[in-house]
Each structure stands twice: as C-alpha cells, then as structure tokens.
C-alpha cells in the first residue's frame, strides 16, 4: 500500500467510480466505503480466489519501483518492506483497469479448521461454487482424518487426472 499511496490520492481512487460498483459485490463496496474517512488508502478486499491482471500492469510496475522490486528479489526472507503480487492488483484497482465481477457469486472461501468443516463438507454434497478456495488450518484436531476426507471428496469430484498431473 505504501507504492499505491505515494502514487494515488484517495480522490484519485475513487474517481473511476468502479470500486464502488455494486456489481463488485456488497461486502468489497462496504470495506471499501468504510476506509473513505480516513487520509490514506489502508488496503483493499483481497478475495481467496483467482486474480486477473494485464501484462502492462507488470510492465509499468517495473518501470517505477525497480527499487522495492529488485529489494525484494534479494530478500532472503519475507521483509515488511517486500511487494508482491498483490502490488500489481491494488495497481489495477487504483488505476480502474480491472474487470468488475462479483466475487461472492464466482466462489467461495473455506477453512479447514475444526469448527468450520461442516461448512465445507455440506459444500461437496451439494451445488459446488465455481471455484472454491480450501485453506487448512492450525485448528485441526485430526489432521490426517481430515486429510483423508477431503481426498475423498476431491477422488470424487474429480476421479482422472489432469494432463500436467500424470
């Protein structure tokens, strides 16, 4: 966020008017709007699913932050200071080149922590979001029964392989 607000005003990034589109989804409106008090751009909705980027975006960030770029490719160790891909989102959002789409209606994040499994085991048995993003978790009482289960449930689903998995 710190290369997007040495480069963007809060007014600047509102102007575009698409952040703001209901078509985005109401909870990504809502965190949005929330941040509008306050000076600076604190972050954006960052959704558990796929991302779409322009190549240009890649190239234009290279042109103005080869430093923090070239920090980060010699870090040996994640460093606050790093960027990631992320930067070339939040670059896309602040510039207005970005495709409007509801997330909530593409897919879905889940955990697999204890108390949210029954959550994603519903999930498998009935309609299957488009794209479904599974994270596991520190809170996971039987890891390898957990394991088992959600192989299962994936052997299920998808019972051949793909071309780059054989």
Avoid at 26 to 34: D, E, Y
Avoid at 75 to 82: E, G, I
Avoid at 145 to 162: G, Q, R, V
Wanted: aromatic content about 12%.
């Amino acid at each position: 966020m710190m290369v997007i607000n040495e480069h963007f005003t809060k007014k600047e990034l509102l102007k575009n008017g698409k952040m703001l589109s209901l078509k985005n989804g109401l909870k990504a409106v809502i965190r949005t709007g929330l941040q509008l008090p306050s000076k600076f751009t604190c972050g954006f909705f960052d959704p558990h699913l796929p991302l779409s980027f322009l190549k240009s975006t890649f190239e234009e960030i290279q042109n103005i932050s080869q430093d923090e770029l070239k920090a980060t490719t010699y870090s040996r160790f994640r460093d606050a200071r790093n960027v990631s891909v992320w930067l070339m989102r939040y670059w896309q959002l602040a510039t207005g080149k970005f495709f409007i789409r509801n997330n909530e209606k593409l897919g879905k994040f889940y955990s697999l922590a204890d108390d949210k499994q029954a959550e994603v085991w519903a999930t498998f048995e009935s309609k299957l979001p488009k794209v479904m993003c599974i994270n596991d978790s520190a809170n996971i009482s039987n890891p390898d029964a957990t394991d088992k289960k959600l192989s299962e449930y994936l052997d299920n689903i998808f019972p051949e392989k793909s071309s780059y998995e054989k």
